[in-house]
């Protein structure tokens, strides 16, 4: 029987050199990361990052997170200030994004930051594209590898499912451990969340000991306006489903194993309701069940994020 999965591989000194070889050529290819999996481009070319948006159907005002393994190599492209060095020694490699200004040397193409003056970037602490990284001369711009506004995949197969063989390249890195996309902190001001994530404003708060800011800014994170994050079913907050073909995503141990009950974590444990979340909803979907109803998820921790991508997803 041939393999529908052809294109996807392990992760390799062979498949390292083959993706290498693709990106080079202005190819993208869909790589893991801790927290969700990636649609990876050389962020310096036109060329890679129209064909993200492109096969994303991503709308060109929706700017991409550019990724790199270290700091050194950020400076050529964006200004880094006390903030953003201190954050980056607490929290990085992991799930944290920063939103910085642009160095006007920059080589990252200007499709990639929507033309904006400011450019996010991250430092993912996943083993391969950590690798990957090493081994390349540019930076990557990877925005999650899902088709625009749907639900981000946690594993190489959630990405097969979003562009089949559109891809030449699907490295298997196993399941993202986070499985919510990285917190994004807009650093070219006071400090502010633009994006939740299981790095919480309090934990930046406690550390960096000052208050973040509140106020509204004109350009917020597209992916923090309409809706977003969406199975493709309806998704309804804080009421119990009436029909066997409806689901519910629970959390905590007080709930009963139905068939159409989906725990998030039974020893509820936000992280690990927070990793599991974007699989059991594409489970769900999967299944075929017409709606996706969702018990009441405790508001701290990671369950802030948890509950912000589940209310754009309601929307
Ligand atoms: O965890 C993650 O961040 C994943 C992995 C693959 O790294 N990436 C990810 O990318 O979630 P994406 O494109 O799905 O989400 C990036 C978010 C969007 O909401 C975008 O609007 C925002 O970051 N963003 C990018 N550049 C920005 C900028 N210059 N100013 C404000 N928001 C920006
Ligand atoms: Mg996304």
């Known amino acids: 029987m041939k393999n529908i999965y052809s294109n996807i591989y392990s992760f390799n000194k062979k498949t390292l050199k ?14 893991p990361t801790e927290t969700v999996y990636g649609l990876a481009g050389n962020a310096y070319s036109d060329r ?29 492209d964006v200004l880094l200030n006390k903030n953003f060095f201190k954050l980056y020694k607490k929290f990085c490699p992991g799930p944290m994004t920063f939103i910085l200004k642009k160095n006007k040397k920059t080589k990252i193409s200007s499709l990639a930051t929507a ?23 540019y930076p990557l711009a990877m925005p999650s590898a899902n088709l625009s506004s749907g639900l981000s995949p946690v594993n190489a197969f959630d990405v097969f499912d979003e ?40 934990d930046i708060k406690n550390f ?36 066997l073909s409806d689901a519910y995503i629970v959390f905590g141990k ?33 299944k075929g069940y017409k709606k996706i109803f969702v018990s009441r998820i405790p508001k701290f921790g990671a369950g802030i994020a948890i509950n912000d991508r589940l209310l754009r997803a309601s929307r």
Request: aromatic content about 8%; hydrophobic content about 35%.
């Open 254 to 286: 007080k709930f009963k194993n139905f068939e159409n009950y989906f725990n998030l974590s039974k020893k509820g444990d936000l992280k690990e309701a927070a990793a599991n979340l974007y699989k059991i909803m594409r489970k769900i979907k999967k």
């Open 48 to 76: 890679a990052v129209k064909k993200i948006f492109k096969l994303k159907k991503r709308p060109s005002k929706n700017p991409l997170i550019v990724h790199y393994d270290n700091y050194k190599r950020a400076g050529k």
């Open 208 to 243: 960096l000991k000052i208050d973040l800011s509140r106020k509204n800014f004109k350009i917020k994170s597209p992916g923090m306006m309409k809706r977003h994050y969406s199975p493709g079913i309806p998704v309804i907050i804080g009421k119990k489903p009436k029909s």
């Open 115 to 137: 033309k904006l003056n400011t450019v996010a970037i991250r430092f993912p602490s996943h083993r391969v594209i950590k690798t990957m990284l090493k081994f390349l001369d």
């Open 163 to 202: 562009f089949k063989k559109k891809l030449k390249i699907i490295i298997n890195g196993g399941n993202s451990s986070v499985g919510l996309e990285s917190t994004v902190i807009d650093l070219t001001g006071k400090p502010k969340i633009l994006r939740p994530g299981v790095i919480t404003s309090k």
């Open 18 to 31: 083959k993706t290498v070889n693709s990106l080079n050529q202005g190819n993208i290819a869909g790589l």
